[in-house]
């Protein structure tokens, strides 16, 4: 009886495993055939794209002439350090910011709290596209605009991450806080010596939500920034299709740097992200 249940148990869990490897090749296949692609010469990049084969994902003829022009002649460098530079500044302000707002929704009692919260969570449904304009007049107005800063501030304070600081806050026992206070700490000490220790599986994972967002922006930046030197990564790889010619392979080697800076940063913050996911209440 008993191999017969770890039997089928084994059975269970190599079924199990076998599912989700070929689930996840199947998702991977089009980020192989994404990098391939810009490793192939320019004119062979659709040539055995009619019929999937092992020469889809494997070229006859590897060529590093597209990423050498990216790299030499083009203006993404320069794009990738902008996005960089405001991924992580906006991650870094949008932290302090974020949690200082869902820690005072999870611990203070105010009048207007819960309409005010709900507010917070309307403005993260809310697409950029249906405030552009008012943003660009504001920004306009002070005098932002093709600066880093149209870039930056308007995208600090964010709804998804402040819910999920709040939500976060709200599972700790208020032992912590009560205990804090009748020692003499200040809310501020509270906030910054407590609450954000104990809620680093929220921090990186609202680093990582900030970083994302900043990073995948394509809209904004492109109506409040017009000068190259504000270029960012989206903008940048739209920019080689033209009405009179797309330039495939540099489009998708851009496209594939583009895509490992965030993979990359998902792949080593995944635990802590899952973690904050759970303890938010996510399904």
């Known amino acids: 009886m008993l191999r017969t249940m770890k039997a089928r148990f084994w059975t269970t869990q190599t079924v199990r495993y076998l599912l989700m490897i ?8 089009p980020l192989v055939w994404l990098f391939v692609s810009s490793v192939r010469p320019s004119g062979s990049v659709f ?63 105010f009048k207007g709290k819960n309409v005010l919260f709900v507010l917070v969570l309307l ?10 304009i008012p943003l660009y007049v504001l920004v306009k107005a002070i005098g932002w605009l093709d600066t880093y800063a149209a870039l930056i501030v308007p995208s600090v304070a964010n709804g998804l991450v402040i819910f999920m600081f709040r939500q976060f806050l709200s599972s700790i026992p208020k032992d912590f806080f009560d205990a804090a206070r009748i020692d003499g700490l200040s809310w501020f000490g509270i906030y910054s010596r407590i609450a ?9 994972s609202g680093a990582l939500i900030l970083f994302i967002f900043q990073w995948e922006a394509f809209f904004w930046p492109l109506v409040a920034t017009s ?15 033209t009405f009179q010619k797309i330039e495939w392979g540099r489009l998708f080697g851009t496209t594939t740097l583009a895509t490992a800076v965030p993979m990359l940063l998902y792949i080593f913050m995944q635990k802590y992200y899952t973690r904050s996911v759970v303890s938010t209440g996510f399904k």
Not at 23 to 28: E, F, Q, R, S, Y
Not at 123 to 132: A, G
């Open 22 to 29: 070929i689930i996840a090749l199947v998702m991977l296949l």
């Open 47 to 109: 040539q055995y794209t009619r019929e999937l084969s092992v020469q889809t994902f494997i070229p006859d003829t590897v060529t590093f002439e597209n990423y050498k022009y990216i790299f030499t002649r083009s203006k993404f460098p320069r794009a990738l350090f902008n996005s960089l530079f405001i991924s992580l500044t906006t991650a870094f302000v949008g932290v302090l910011v974020n949690s200082a707002a869902g820690f005072s929704f999870a611990i203070f009692r």
């Open 123 to 132: 403005t993260f449904m809310m697409p950029i596209e249906s405030i552009v």
């Open 196 to 204: 954000l220790p104990l809620a680093y599986p929220a921090v990186l």
């Open 227 to 241: 000068s190259p030197d504000y270029v960012v990564v989206q903008v940048a790889i739209a920019r080689n299709i």
